[in-house]
Each structure stands twice: as structure tokens, then as C-alpha cells.
């Protein structure tokens, strides 16, 4: 862990090949787990399914922090796309140079709109200035099978560098037999002089994901599954685990299984970044960007559960539904998304003597859509996970949304003492979105609709101020402390979740745009950085940083379902309301003690109390929650690392727990806590004197190395009585072979 050195907010950073260490390949926001006051969950171990992906930082979920990779935004990392996309598919693993954890809200300039929680900034690595390449292969557990290479130009011309890389990632499901991965290809060119840095990026991402399904849990229960996997390819089993009318078992009840599900994600990212140096003091910033996303979610799945037959006979009324939809007893749904965005980012920074003065502005337009279709499951000619069904039978909704985003920002830092430093500033953040709706869902199709609601909102918040301090107290020690306040504007999408563009009618929404206001987040935050050389013993150094923040968190959304079905299939209209506000205290102290040169010893504990500070009204009932904690994010963490490096061997072993979680808004129901280890070893064999080849690395990693059995993700949707998990992926084994040449 690295510890930013002049913020006024608490920022820690992981390199490039610490993450690496975790295994290969490792999605960035996975190896966040280590940092003080994180909690990711996920059922892979590379933390690739995003379906099953949970994040929560100081009370805040993922969809309330903010993304960015070299500075571009990358939405709020909804599961149904609309406004971006995950750092792994914007981004090789192999080819991140770090990421970084900025608490609070994050920097001003951070190109986001939902960063209420703080911002997870990744950053690709730059062309080497020699040539060479790299190539790594990882095999393990699962058949998994990961090709990594990369080939650097070095410099050439008057001072230009480039490299491309591709990665291939393949790996068999540990619970059921669907493939998992895809390809993915990054190429950069820097061109560099003694004024001017001029980077184009470029990505390209395609990956295909069978999923697992949720486990539901309900109050007493005795008999949950620990997992719930698909029956693909056995398509004679998926034929008779249906009765002849299609029927799925009763005693499966609301965790019946599914033929297939799976997301098929394909983005291209590209941008064009200039830094001009007018003089030593005045530097421009400037960068274009500009993403496309054609991505599908898919579900094969029986058409006699989840309120299926009530949405077929609206359009199919009277009919055979089981011959309707090819006579095998399932039907095939797809959310369909289409994502065109691009913007601009520009700033200036002028020193002035004391003064740093920052000033800049973030501007995107967006046109996404999300489409809702069903397709037939052939009895004589089933799908698979991976392909794109065509051919539908019936568009059930159509909806598209633009919105254009403006903020601007400026910020002075004062350096009022060589070793005191005041940053002061404010941001303005607007959006103006637009949904309006091609295919409207017929009458008594969508739960709880009466049709999707078109028009536009413009929401404006002008002033946003942050005030921080950072004070180099002595030659070791370090305070800092940040106030700031941040907006999380409205969600633009039409498919569901916390959209007011998903409401279930005109009138909702109508009322919702006079009565509404985006959720907003006071954070004060303060603490004291370390970094001091000893010589006590076996003690040769410390470093580390304690932190304490305090959240008012205020206008909370909370999406109310109209009803217990699992509107995730059949689809329904959200009630979206303002419930009133969240209380937040918590603390973070993580400390690394070397000892000598060979050992370390990493260690993070925090503490975290997020309260609800209101009831809220769901219909006629009034549901209690104000004094409870908020579910999903445990009071309790520690994270452990305790590292050895001799010569050409490293090794850690990392330890985890997650406290325990409550599952429901009331908390009436909870999830236990949790520990985890996990090993990785590495040795570099190096080769002769003028062989072609540097050396050749060799690392083993086991994940869950204790077995441990339990909840990873817990999905929260319910006041009381029930709630969904996935479950922790088992042990399993990683050997990877790299060279650099």
C-alpha cells in the first residue's frame, strides 16, 4: 500500500505488481480488497463475473463511488450498462501501472457523477522507452487457461514510444459447466517533448459470461441451496426438470433452475490526451474520449416461474404458450444495451507563488438505450450461452435516454508555510437528460406499470465547495483533513433499478421530477500519515496512515418493488422515492512494519457505523428502519499481509475477514462473518548473459486457502424476510510462467 503524500483526503494506492501478486489477470477493483475500509465480493477469483460483483466503501455502495481510467469516467459501474464500464474491460490487468483508493468524494476534477463516496482512479502504464516484450500463460484450477503479451516499441522518431498488448482469459465455472473470459487488446503512443505530452489510448473488449443465479433466502428457512447453477449443456435434464405444462418443482420453489444466463459484454474505448507546458508554471490539460458498448444480458429460463405466464398471456392471451415459445418449456429474455458517449476534459494549472490555482471543466454526451426482448428456446435447436439470440418473438420495451453532463471546477491551493498547505475550491454539477420510449410495454406486461414515463429533468447544483489542509507536522508525521460536499445525480437509464426513467408511470414520474432531490453527501474527514526509518530491533521501518471521517448522507434513494416477485425477469416498475438520511462514523488504521530487508508485515483494521436515520412508507406500511444499519457493509474489517522477498523469491500470504452483514433494510436478518487466506509464491530463474530472453518468472497462487464456505456477495432488495447471496468461490490453484524479452 502507498500512501498519497500532499492530499487533504485520505488516498491510498496498490502498484501495477501488487496486483498482479493477487493472481494474475486480477480485476483492479478486486485487489482493492486489501485497502483499509474495502469491501469486494465476488464469486470468481479474478473478480471478472460482474454480476455477482458487491463494493462498498465507508457505508456506500458501488453505484454511489466513482471510476475513472487515466482520468476518463467510466460511469457508476451499473450492472446494466448505460453510462460506461468496468475497469477490466477498459483496461488489460497486466497493463495497469496502479490504481488508487481517494476517500471522501475524490478530487474535484474527477470526471463522475456519482462519486458520493469517494473515487477508484486506475491508471494504464506508459510505453517502456526500450524495446522488449513480455509474455505470460497462466494455468489452474478449473481449466483455467490466461495468455498475456505485450510488445513495447521503445523510443523511435523524436520521442515517441507505443506498445500493444492482447490477453485471453478462459476459465470453466467451479460450480457448473459454463465458460468464462474472453479477448481484450490495449495499444498506447506517447509522444513526448520537452513541452508537449501527447497519449492515445485505445481498447478493445469482448467477453462472454454465463451466470449463476442468486440463492434466495427467507426468514426460517432450513434447506437453501448453497449454490444455484444453471442446467446447461445438459439439455435433456432442462427437459425434464419441467413438468409437461412447463412447471418447474415445487420444491425448488423461488430457487428453481435455469437452462442458462449470461452477459455478453463488447466496448471499444479510445482517448486522445494533450499536456502542454506554456511555461514551468502554466499547464493545459486537455482530452477526447469517446466509448461504444453493444453488450446483452441473456436468460434462458423456464416460462412458468417468476410471473412469466401473466406477461405472455397480455400479449399471447388464450394461447399455448409452451408451443408458442418452441416447445421446451423455457423462453429466452434479453436486455439488450447500446451505449454512444463522448466528452472532453480540460484544465489549467497556474502556480503563482504560493498559490496553485486549478481550474477546469468535464463535459459528455451520452445516447444510450436499453431494449427488452423475448426469443423462443427451440426443443430441436436450443441456444447456447454463446451466442446472441436473433429472431424475436416479441419486444416487450425500448427505451433511450441522452443526456449531456457539465461540471466545472476550481480549486487554489495555498502553500502557506513550506510545511503547511491550504486547498480550497468548489465544483458545479449538471446534467440534463432526455428519455423517451420507441416501444412502449403493452397494459399490465411490466409489474406495477401502466407504461414508462418520458420527458426530461435537468437537475443543477452550482456549489459543491471542499476545503482540506495537509500539515508536515515533523520530518515523519503527516495531518491532513477535508470537508467536502457532492452530489449523486439521477440515474439515465430506462431499464430498471433507481432511474426515475423506470417508474411505472407518467404521473410517478411527473411527481417525482417536482418532488425529488439527488442524493447529496457532506464528508469530514482527517487523520495522520507515518513514514519513519528504525532501528529497534528486528523493526526497521514503519508506515501507514489512520484516518476518521464522519457522512451525512442525505435525499437517500431507496427503489420500493410493488411487489415479492423476482421483477429481475419478468420485469416491473420500481416505486423511487426519497427515504430520508444516513448517519456515518467510521476509522481506518493500516500500518506496515519492515523488518529488515527480507520481511513485512501489512495490517488494516477498520471500523465502520452507517445508521438510518428515518422510516420510510412503502404503500400503506411503515417500514422501520431509522435507527439501523445500513445492510451489506460489515462494522468489522482486517486485512492482513505478511510478505518475504529473498533475492529472486518473494512469497505473502494475505489474510481477509469480513464482518458480519446484515441482509435486510430492518436488519431482522444477517449473513455471518468470515476469514480467508490466500498464498502466492514466485521465483525468477535468471537466464545467462546475452540469452534473448531477461528471465523467466515463475508464481503459484492458491486462492481461499482455508476453504472457507460462505456468503460473498449479499444481494439486499427487501425490507424484512428475505434476501439473495452468492456463494465463495472454493480453493483453487494458479501457476503462471512469464518472460520479458
Keep these: 500500500m502507498v500512501v498519497a503524500k500532499r492530499s487533504s483526503r485520505s488516498a491510498v494506492s496498490l502498484s501495477g505488481r501488487e496486483i498482479q501478486k493477487l493472481l494474475p489477470g486480477t480485476n483492479a477493483l478486486k485487489a482493492l480488497q486489501t485497502l483499509p475500509g474495502v469491501v469486494y465480493e465476488t464469486s470468481d477469483p479474478w473478480g471478472n463475473n460482474e454480476q455477482n460483483i458487491s463494493l462498498y466503501i465507508h457505508g456506500f455502495n458501488a453505484q454511489q463511488l466513482g471510476y475513472t481510467l487515466d482520468g476518463v469516467p467510466l460511469g457508476d459501474q451499473n450492472y446494466g450498462n448505460y453510462n460506461g464500464l468496468s475497469p477490466q474491460r477498459a483496461v488489460i490487468s497486466e497493463d495497469i501501472s496502479r490504481v488508487t483508493l481517494s476517500s471522501g468524494a475524490g478530487d474535484l476534477a474527477t470526471a463522475s457523477t456519482s462519486n458520493l463516496g469517494g473515487t477508484i482512479d ?348 495537509v500539515w508536515d507536522a515533523t520530518s515523519h508525521e503527516q495531518l491532513f483533513a477535508n470537508i467536502q460536499k457532492n452530489v449523486r445525480q439521477y440515474m439515465t437509464y430506462g431499464g430498471g433499478g433507481a432511474s426515475p426513467w423506470s417508474v411505472g408511470s407518467q404521473a410517478a414520474f411527473d411527481l417525482f421530477k417536482r418532488t425529488a432531490q439527488p442524493e447529496t453527501s457532506w464528508t469530514y474527514e482527517g487523520g495522520l500519515r507515518e513514514h519513519r526509518d528504525l532501528s529497534f530491533g528486528p523493526l526497521s521501518g514503519i508506515e501507514g496512515q489512520v484516518s476518521y471521517y464522519h457522512v451525512a448522507f442525505s435525499n437517500r434513494q431507496l427503489v420500493v418493488s410493488p411487489t415479492a416477485i423476482i421483477t429481475s425477469i419478468v420485469g416491473g416498475a420500481s416505486i423511487l422515492q426519497n427515504v430520508g438520511s444516513v448517519t456515518t462514523d467510521g476509522a481506518d488504521f493500516a500500518l506496515t512494519a519492515h523488518l529488515g530487508r527480507h520481511f513485512a508485515i501489512y495490517n488494516a483494521l477498520s471500523y465502520n457505523k452507517s445508521v438510518y436515520d428515518d422510516n420510510y412508507q412503502s404503500g400503506s406500511t411503515l417500514v422501520h428502519t431509522a435507527g439501523k444499519n445500513v445492510p451489506g457493509d460489515p462494522a468489522w474489517l482486517n486485512k492482513s499481509v505478511i510478505s518475504a522477498n529473498f533475492g529472486n523469491f518473494d512469497a505473502q500470504l494475505m489474510g481477509d475477514y469480513v464482518g458480519k452483514r446484515y441482509a435486510t433494510y430492518t436488519n431482522d436478518l444477517s449473513v455471518k462473518s468470515y476469514f480467508m487466506l490466500n498464498l502466492e509464491a514466485g521465483y525468477r530463474i535468471p537466464l545467462p548473459a546475452g540469452s534473448y530472453l531477461r528471465n523467466i518468472y515463475v508464481q503459484g497462487n492458491i486462492t481461499n486457502l482455508n476453504n472457507q464456505r460462505g456468503v460473498s456477495t449479499v444481494v439486499v432488495g427487501a425490507a424484512s424476510g428475505t434476501y439473495n447471496t452468492f456463494p465463495i468461490a472454493p480453493r483453487m490453484y494458479f501457476l503462471t510462467l512469464s518472460t520479458q524479452f
Design 122 to 469: 486506475t491508471f494504464s502504464s506508459d510505453p517502456k522507452k526500450k524495446f522488449g516484450g513480455q509474455v505470460a500463460q497462466t494455468f489452474g484450477s478449473y481449466d483455467t487457461y490466461r495468455t498475456f503479451a505485450r510488445v513495447d516499441t521503445g523510443l523511435f522518431g523524436n520521442g515517441n514510444s507505443a506498445y500493444v498488448a492482447f490477453a485471453r482469459q478462459d476459465a470453466r465455472a467451479w460450480d457448473f459447466n459454463g465458460r468464462q473470459g474472453g479477448y481484450q487488446v490495449n495499444g498506447k503512443f506517447v509522444h513526448e517533448t520537452d513541452r508537449d505530452k501527447l497519449t492515445l489510448y485505445f481498447d478493445f473488449s469482448t467477453k462472454v459470461e454465463p451466470n449463476e443465479d442468486s440463492t434466495v433466502h427467507v426468514a426460517g428457512e432450513s434447506g437453501a441451496p448453497y449454490t444455484r447453477p444453471f442446467t446447461y449443456p445438459n439439455f435433456p435434464q432442462a427437459l425434464s426438470y419441467l413438468s409437461a405444462s412447463g412447471a418447474t418443482p415445487a420444491a425448488a420453489g423461488a430457487n428453481y433452475r435455469n437452462y442458462y444466463s449470461d452477459a455478453q459484454r463488447e466496448d471499444a474505448l479510445a482517448y486522445a490526451t494533450l499536456d502542454h507546458h506554456f511555461t514551468d508554471n502554466l499547464i493545459w490539460h486537455s482530452q477526447f474520449y469517446y466509448h461504444h458498448d453493444n453488450s446483452v444480458g441473456v436468460v434462458a429460463g423456464p416460462i412458468s416461474a417468476a410471473g412469466l405466464p401473466a406477461l405472455f398471456n397480455v400479449y399471447f392471451p388464450g394461447q399455448n404458450l409452451k408451443q408458442i415459445f418452441g416447445n421446451s418449456g423455457y423462453a429466452t429474455r434479453t436486455t439488450e444495451y447500446l451505449i454512444n458517449r463522448g466528452g472532453y476534459i480540460g484544465a489549467l494549472d497556474w502556480t503563482l507563488g504560493h498559490h496553485t490555482i486549478e481550474a477546469g471543466v468535464w463535459v459528455e454526451h451520452n445516447s444510450s438505450s436499453a431494449i427488452r426482448r423475448w426469443y423462443g428456446l427451440d426443443v430441436n435447436a436450443p441456444t447456447t450461452p454463446y451466442e446472441r439470440p436473433d429472431g424475436s418473438i416479441f419486444t416487450q420495451y425500448y427505451s433511450q435516454i441522452a443526456n449531456t453532463v457539465v461540471q466545472t471546477h476550481i480549486q487554489d491551493e495555498w502553500r502557506i508555510l513550506p510545511t503547511l498547505a491550504v486547498q480550497a475550491g468548489f465544483k458545479s454539477s449538471l446534467q440534463f437528460a432526455n428519455g423517451t420510449v420507441p416501444v412502449q410495454p403493452l397494459p399490465g406486461s411490466l409489474v406495477g406499470s401502466t407504461g414508462m414515463p418520458v420527458g426530461q429533468i435537468d437537475t443543477e447544483k452550482a456549489f459543491l465547495p471542499q476545503v482540506g489542509a
